[in-house]
């Protein structure tokens, strides 16, 4: 009876301090909407234009706009840089 009553002490206090655990949510916020680029013309034949886009930079905790640009199409591969 005694082992009875101890498991089921257990189990009340683990079930009663449950609800002390505090789950904490760290969320980084949206980026910016995009900022608008002036695209120039391609400096040289087979260039290709990557555009812009917002890097999170968790050091300061907040979104840098990396400005887009003019590329070699052989050293891009068609990697998604964002």
Known sequence: MR???NILSMI???????GCVETVVYRRP???PP???VITTAPYYGAIWIPGY???HSGRGQHN?????WDNRHSYRG????
Do not use: C, S, T
């Open 54 to 56: 917002w890097q999170w």
């Open 79 to 82: 990697r998604d840089r964002r």
């Open 3 to 5: 082992k009875i009553f």
């Open 30 to 32: 949206a980026p910016p």
């Open 65 to 69: 706009w990396r400005k887009g640009h």
């Open 12 to 18: 009340v206090l683990a079930i009663a301090l449950n």
């Open 35 to 37: 900022e608008i680029e």
